[in-house]
């Protein structure tokens, strides 16, 4: 069968089977093979590989990752798809498709399962209603994972790779910073979809550390501590934990390890580093602020 990147292939599939796009779903299809082809190549997919992708959609990014790597795990919610990815994946058998919605998968299991638990590498055209949630599960579930090339809005992408200081800097920084090393690999117009976002995307690729950044004893407690600094975002950082009902420390003992630390007590979340609110977590863990 004839390769799904291209708009013709695609406006056939979607007449073939009568295919509503449903918003809710995120639903905005790759109709541009050059993109395609960086995703793969971001991803640095081999055979040795085993993939899984979130939202296979009409199956168009899946066929070049069932073609570079040894394994696909394709999940998607839409049972509407389902039909589809069984007539664009027919030629692929290294490809599972399972119908379900990613963030009740049990990923451990399935990497597991299909990968001996040895880590997978994560690609996807992500639906941009739940970018940030996928990742942090990811993430804060330690799931084996060497990769994650994903597809984002821009400013998303921009907010993973921001540092201290800058608009963008922030909860969803740190979290990107902690576990892994961003890396912007292109940048994507509106007219590479079908339909068309209104914004600007972007492929980045999140390589997973093997050992964080910063030591942290708690590290729990330091996403706490980040997500309060930032849920007020023009308040102090004292005011913002002290207001959080998350974090189980006195004004008092913020103020003392600010000190400690030779920060300002006014400071605000966005002026600290991974490295500084990793201190600060492990100052005030210790008691001895
Ligand atoms: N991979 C296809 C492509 O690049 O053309 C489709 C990408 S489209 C941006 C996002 C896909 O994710 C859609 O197929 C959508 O139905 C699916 N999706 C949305 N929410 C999901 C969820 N919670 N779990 C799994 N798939 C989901």
Same mark, same amino acid.
């Given at each position: 069968?004839?390769?799904?990147?291209?708009?013709?292939?695609?406006?056939?599939?979607? +007449?073939?089977?009568?295919?509503?796009?449903?918003?809710?779903?995120?639903?905005?299809?790759?109709?541009?093979?050059?993109?395609?082809?960086? !995703?793969?190549?971001?991803?640095?997919?081999?055979?040795?590989?085993?993939?899984?992708?979130?939202?296979?959609?009409?199956?168009?990014?899946?066929?070049?990752?069932?073609?570079?790597?040894?394994?696909?795990?394709?999940?998607? !919610?839409?049972?509407?798809?389902?039909? !589809?990815?069984?007539?664009?994946?027919?030629?692929?058998?290294?490809?599972?498709?399972?119908?379900?919605?990613?963030? +009740?998968?049990?990923?451990?299991?399935?990497?597991?399962?299909?990968?001996?638990?040895?880590?997978?590498?994560?690609?996807?055209?992500?639906?941009?209603?739940?970018?940030?949630? #996928? #990742?942090?599960?990811?993430?804060?579930?330690?799931?084996?994972?060497?990769?994650?090339?994903?597809?984002?809005?821009?400013?998303?992408?921009?907010?993973?790779?921001?540092?201290?200081?800058?608009?963008?800097?922030?909860?969803?920084?740190?979290?990107?910073?902690?576990?892994?090393?961003?890396?912007?690999?292109?940048?994507?117009?509106?007219?590479?979809?079908?339909?068309?976002?209104?914004?600007?995307?972007?492929?980045?690729?999140?390589?997973?550390?093997?050992?964080?950044?910063?030591?942290?004893?708690?590290?729990?407690?330091?996403?706490?501590?980040?997500?309060?600094?930032?849920?007020?975002?023009?308040?102090?950082?004292?005011?913002?934990?002290?207001?959080?009902?998350?974090?189980?420390?006195? +004004?008092?003992?913020?103020?003392?390890?600010?000190?400690?630390?030779?920060?300002?007590?006014?400071?605000?979340?966005?002026?600290?580093?991974?490295?500084?609110?990793?201190?600060?977590?492990?100052?005030?863990?210790?008691?001895?602020?």
């Amino acid at each position: 069968m004839e390769k799904l990147s291209n708009p013709q292939k695609t406006i056939e599939i979607i +007449k073939k089977y009568e295919f509503a796009f449903q918003k809710k779903f995120g639903q905005n299809f790759l109709i541009d093979s050059h993109v395609l082809d960086k !995703i793969i190549a971001a991803a640095g997919i081999t055979q040795e590989d085993c993939v899984v992708e979130i939202g296979p959609g009409i199956g168009t990014l899946t066929q070049y990752l069932a073609e570079s790597a040894r394994e696909v795990i394709a999940v998607e !919610i839409d049972r509407m798809l389902i039909p !589809i990815l069984e007539e664009t994946l027919a030629d692929y058998p290294n490809v599972t498709v399972i119908n379900q919605d990613i963030l +009740k998968v049990n990923m451990g299991k399935l990497v597991q399962e299909h990968n001996g638990g040895r880590p997978v590498k994560v690609v996807a055209n992500l639906p941009y209603y739940i970018t940030t949630p #996928i #990742i942090m599960n990811l993430f804060e579930q330690h799931v084996p994972v060497s990769s994650i090339t994903v597809m984002v809005q821009k400013e998303v992408a921009e907010r993973m790779q921001a540092g201290p200081g800058t608009k963008d800097y922030g909860a969803l920084s740190l979290a990107v910073q902690y576990f892994s090393e961003p890396y912007l690999a292109a940048n994507v117009p509106p007219n590479c979809f079908m339909p068309r976002p209104k914004i600007g995307s972007a492929v980045i690729r999140l390589t997973l550390h093997q050992k964080p950044p910063v030591e942290v004893a708690q590290e729990q407690m330091m996403f706490r501590i980040i997500r309060a600094s930032f849920n007020q975002r023009r308040k102090t950082m004292v005011n913002g934990l002290n207001n959080s009902q998350e974090i189980p420390f006195t +004004k008092n003992e913020i103020q003392s390890a600010l000190r400690q630390m030779g920060l300002s007590e006014s400071i605000r979340g966005e002026a600290l580093t991974l490295q500084q609110f990793a201190e600060l977590t492990n100052r005030l863990c210790a008691g001895g602020a």
